[in-house]
T-cell receptor
């Protein structure tokens, strides 16, 4: 069975710091990759998604993620975080071949201090 | 706005007393999912429907059942809740299973407490 690892469970940053959250998966075939975000008191929502093409994916609110197939990674980045980025971030992976059932990582809690 | 709605947002039940959680969607999506999420853990898929086709995860306890009477509604029934079933229950939808449209849209969740 495939697995998704988010190694940073808790991240604390100051505003304007750069962010990189790690996501690694175990499946060796074609994948669809997602980052979801859950702001305090709100529902999970899609931040960005990769399924083909340019491995550097731009998402909402200045986030981007890079798919590196050789490293089985899909790390999330933002050059300068804001207090409003405080949230829980989940990486999710669909195995290819028509699978639409994602495997989620356990999430990373990001706190940004003003 | 099109959305995924879950009711109630908070549910308190007694040990062994059946409970039903509901989910509705105005997105007209084909796929509906139920997840269980405990604190600091990944959402755990319980089952999903692709249209009327029900798909149960292998490790979902028999205590959990689901119904999808029409495209818009999906219910999660917990027949005899135990203390270990206390969790956040998330409903999600996706338009279909294609790579272009398989991202999920989540409801706000129902927080279940078992006394």
């Amino acid at each position: 069975a495939q697995s998704v690892s988010q190694h940073n469970h808790h991240v604390i940053l100051s505003e304007a710091a750069s962010l990189e959250l790690g996501c690694n998966y175990s499946y060796g075939g074609t994948v669809n990759l997602f980052w979801y975000v859950q702001y305090p008191g709100q529902h999970l929502q899609l931040l960005l998604k990769y399924f083909s093409g340019d491995p550097l994916v731009k998402g909402i609110k200045g986030f981007e993620a890079e798919f590196i197939k050789s490293k089985f990674s899909f790390n999330l980045r933002k050059p300068s975080v804001q207090w409003s980025d405080t949230a829980e971030y989940f990486c999710a992976v669909n195995a290819g071949g028509g699978s639409y059932i994602p495997t989620f990582g356990r999430g990373t809690s990001l706190i940004v201090h003003p | 706005d099109a959305m995924v709605i879950q009711n109630p947002r908070y549910q308190v039940t007694q040990f062994g007393k059946p409970v039903t959680l509901s989910c509705s969607q105005t997105l007209n999506h084909n796929v509906m999912y139920w997840y269980q999420q405990k604190s600091s853990q990944a959402p755990k898929l319980l089952f999903h429907y692709y249209d009327k086709d029900f798909n149960n995860e292998a490790d979902t306890p028999d205590n959990f059942q689901s119904r999808r009477p029409n495209t818009s509604f999906c219910f999660l029934d917990i027949r005899s809740p135990g203390l270990g079933d206390a969790a956040m229950y998330l409903c999600a939808t996706s338009r279909d299973g294609s790579v272009a449209y398989n991202e999920q849209f989540f409801g706000p969740g129902t927080r279940l407490t078992v006394l």
